[in-house]
Every structure is written in structure tokens, then in C-alpha cells.
């Protein structure tokens, strides 16, 4: 079976076509339409912009993806497309084009969420992955615990109270001068830099919880570039690189460790964008390690937003009936609101 799996949820249109074979997933064709370049003019993402991008990308990559896997539309089983969360205009292109295309030709429509599509890029890395697993999501607008129940059923246990892992490395990337996104860079950056250079509070919320919070480094580093930069003093964007980073990688293994102990878990998977960072990849190896657990990452060039992984996510709730139909509307929240009854 081919699914087709359209991704429009932030900054990237992408398109792609996964073949199931005997229940292993082989990406055919996973096309990427990256507007990075035109988002750093801004320093972050522009959502009208963002919107304009997709629709002038979204037909034409989606007959990339085709041509690339080699097949017609004729032989998809099914069109998964990301409806939630995400930014609310961008998503609603990718589902208008995904319902279009679905009616059209007659073939099924999946509404996928963009979270458990980035666990399910897992499953493209590790066939033999099987839920019940450990999830550690951390991308630009999530980072969140996950019970896996099953490939289509999350429970979030813990997560942060404020911002997302992505956007703490984005934020502080363009204060020290990297290109937007900053993530990538500052991954790199701080192999130059001392890690105990700069003294900066910890993401890990005290306690039990698995829960983390990013507000308060954030502003650490801030008021430490501002008080040297005050005192005429030089700052060294490798120290802080090295210290930030070490301090957030520290923060979501020492939860992770937690997770795994709370859980009795054997398994943990890291997604998201931020999942490609070389540093929490280490870390979290060594953690499983001393766990005797196993870690399961993405290929680094499938932790970011793309078309595979929501054709892997859409083939479960395929799987389990889950089909969408032309009512099929986009959402920004993680989850869909719940109708209200009239008796409320
Ligand atoms: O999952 P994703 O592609 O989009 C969202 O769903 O948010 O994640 C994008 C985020 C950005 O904040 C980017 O800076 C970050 O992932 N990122 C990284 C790395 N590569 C991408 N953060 C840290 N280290 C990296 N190597
Ligand atoms: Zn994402």
C-alpha cells in the first residue's frame, strides 16, 4: 500500500509517498519545500507568509513526491494530511489540498496530529518499534512526555509550563547573532565553548514532575549578554552555545531518567526537530544506558517537519478506521475541541 503524506503546519510544505510492505514502512519519495530563507529576513516565522508559501508549493511537490516514488495517483490507498496544531492558515492549505485531492480521485483522507506524526517517524528508523513506549517530543512549538499506549493513543505526562525547547534555542541563537533557525547553529557553536562558563538555572522543575520550564533561562542569558555588554565587557557567543546548551540537555535528560523510572518504560522515543540536536542525542543514550533501556531516535533528517513521517502516522489510523471526510477542518490546538452540549 502507498500513502501520500502532505505536511503544512509551520515553515515546510512537504509531500511524500511511504510503501507498506508486509507492515515495514520504505519512504519512496519524501519532497521538502523548506521557507527558511525567506522566514530569516524576519528573524522567525511570518504566518501569512508562511500560508502564501504553501499554496504555491503544495501541488507542485505533491507531484514531485509522485514522480519521484514512481507511481500515479491512482495507486495511493489513502492521502494523510497534518490538521493540528500548527499555525491555524497553513494547515488549512494543506487540508483543502489534501480533501481536493481525496474527493477527486476517490481515494481515503486521514487527518493526522503533527506531534504523533513526529513519533511515528520513528517507526520509518526502527521497524521493529512496537508501542507501549516513552515519547520525549521536543521541536519548536512542543516539548512533552508521552505514554505511547498504542501507535494512535498518547497520554502527555509532563512537558513544559511555558515554551518549547525549539524556540529557548531559537530565541537565544538570534541574540548571539546566528541565522533563524537557530537551533542547528548553536548545536554546532557549542562544541566551542566552555559549558561551565556561564552559571544558569536549570529547565527542570523541582520535584516529582516531568515538568520543565524554559522562561527562566531564557531571561538568565539575557540579563547575562546585557550586564556584560553594560559593564563594556565581551561576550563570547561559544560560551554561551556550550552553557545553554548543556544546561537544557541536562534539564530534559535528568526528566527523562525520572520518566523512565515513573513509567517502568523499557523503551523511550525522541522526536521533533530538536531531537537532531547532537548533544541531547548523547545524553539521552547514556541515560538509556545506565537504564538498561533502549532509545529509539529518527534519522536526523527525519526529526524536522516532513510528508514521511505523516504518511507513517496516517497509516495507523488507517489501520484503525480513523478516516476523515470532506468535513475535515484544521485546528491550531493540540486537540480538537470538544463539542459543547446544549446542556452546558
Ligand atoms: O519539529 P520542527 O521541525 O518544527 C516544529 O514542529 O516546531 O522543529 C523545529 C525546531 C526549531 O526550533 C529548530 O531550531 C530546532 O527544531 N532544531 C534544533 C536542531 N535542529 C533543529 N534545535 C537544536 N539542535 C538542532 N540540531
Ligand atoms: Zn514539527
Redesign the pocket.
Known amino acids: 500500500m502507498y500513502v501520500l503524506g502532505l505536511e503544512s ?2 515553515d515546510e510544505t512537504s509531500a511524500a509517498v511511504v510503501e507498506i510492505a508486509d507492515g515495514v514502512r520504505f519512504i519512496r519519495s519524501n519532497i521538502i519545500a523548506s521557507q527558511i530563507e525567506t522566514h530569516r529576513l524576519y528573524g522567525g516565522v511570518v504566518p501569512e507568509i508562511a500560508s502564501r508559501a504553501h499554496t504555491e508549493a503544495i501541488s507542485r511537490i505533491t507531484y514531485e513526491a509522485l514522480e519521484v516514488a514512481g507511481i500515479t495517483l491512482r495507486q495511493v490507498g489513502a492521502i494523510a494530511v497534518t490538521s493540528h496544531p500548527g499555525l491555524i492558515g497553513a494547515l488549512l492549505i494543506g487540508v483543502n489540498f489534501a480533501k481536493s485531492l481525496a474527493y477527486a480521485n476517490g481515494i481515503p483522507l486521514i487527518s493526522v496530529n ?1 506531534i504523533h506524526a ?1 513519533v511515528a517517524a520513528a517507526y520509518l528508523s526502527e521497524p521493529s518499534l512496537k508501542p507501549p513506549f516513552l515519547a520525549l517530543v521536543v ?4 516539548t512533552s512526555f508521552y505514554l505511547v499506549d498504542d501507535s494512535t493513543t498518547f497520554r502527555e505526562i509532563g512537558g513544559t509550563r511555558d515554551d518549547a525547547a ?2 529557548a ?2 530565541k537565544i541563537g538570534r541574540v548571539i547573532g546566528l541565522p533563524y ?4 547553529a ?2 554546532k557553536l557549542a562544541y566551542e565553548g566552555n559549558p561551565n562558563a556561564i552559571l544558569l538555572p536549570s529547565p527542570a522543575l523541582a520535584g516529582d514532575s516531568l515538568d520543565l520550564s524554559f522562561s527562566g533561562i531564557k531571561t538568565a542569558t539575557l540579563n547575562y549578554i546585557n550586564g556584560m555588554e553594560q559593564k563594556g565587557q565581551p561576550v563570547c557567543p561559544a560560551d554561551i552555545a556550550a552553557s545553554y546548551t548543556a544546561k537544557i540537555t541536562g534539564a530534559l535528560a535528568q526528566k527523562a531518567n525520572k520518566a523512565l523510572e515513573q513509567t517502568g518504560m523499557r523503551t523511550l522515543v525522541l522526536a ?3 531531537a ?3 548533544h541531547l542525542r548523547t545524553a539521552l543514550e547514556e541515560v538509556c544506558r545506565k537504564k538498561n533501556a533502549s532509545l529509539v531516535m529518527p534519522a536526523r533528517e527525519l526529526c ?2 516532513n510528508g514521511a513521517m505523516v504518511a507513517s502516522a496516517g497509516y495507523d489510523e488507517f489501520l484503525r478506521g480513523n478516516l476523515a471526510d470532506t468535513s475535515l477542518n484544521a485546528s491550531a490546538a493540540d486537540a480538537f475541541p470538544r463539542p459543547v452540549s446544549a446542556e452546558c
Open positions: 503546519s509551520c503533527h513526529h521541536s519548536g512549538g512542543h525549539g524556540e534555542y531559537d533557525p537557530g537551533g542547528a548553536l548545536d521533533g526537530g530538536v537532531a540536536n547532537s524536522g517537519d
